[in-house]
């Protein structure tokens, strides 16, 4: 069974950084690529990053992330990551860390990591 648990959120500052973490277990997580997706309050969905297999290519959904977000993953701890710096109010979401099926489609989804970026 495919499970992906993520933790690692909280209530952060602006400016601040937090690194989020999903454990993966019951499938070969090296084989996978992984996402991470956020939804913030009273939002949809919003695709936020992805790592290919094999971590050597990475990809972020816009300038509002790049270079504030970088997406890692140790395939030997089953685990992916997102370090999040210069944390912003609008990053404020439940960020989930996803895996797609066989049709490319984001089925397998963690409980998901609240991030809350206050003063």
């Known amino acids: 069974e495919v499970q992906l648990v993520e933790s690692g959120g909280g209530l952060v500052q602006p400016g601040g950084s937090l690194r989020l973490s999903c454990a993966a277990s019951?499938?070969?997580?090296?084989?996978?690529?992984m996402y991470w997706v956020r939804q913030a309050p009273g939002k949809g969905l919003e695709w936020v990053s992805t790592?290919?297999?094999?971590?050597?290519?990475?990809?972020y959904a816009d300038d509002s992330v790049k270079g504030r977000f970088t997406i890692s993953r140790d395939d030997a701890k089953n685990t992916v990551y997102l370090q999040i710096h210069s944390l912003k109010p609008e990053d404020t979401a439940v960020y989930y860390c996803?895996?797609?099926?066989?049709?490319?489609?984001?089925?397998?989804w963690g409980q998901g990591t609240q991030v809350t970026v206050s003063s």
């Open positions: 996803v895996r797609t099926n066989n049709n490319y489609d984001f089925a397998y």
């Open positions: 790592i290919v297999s094999g971590g050597d290519t990475t990809y």
């Open positions: 019951g499938f070969t997580f090296s084989s996978y690529s």
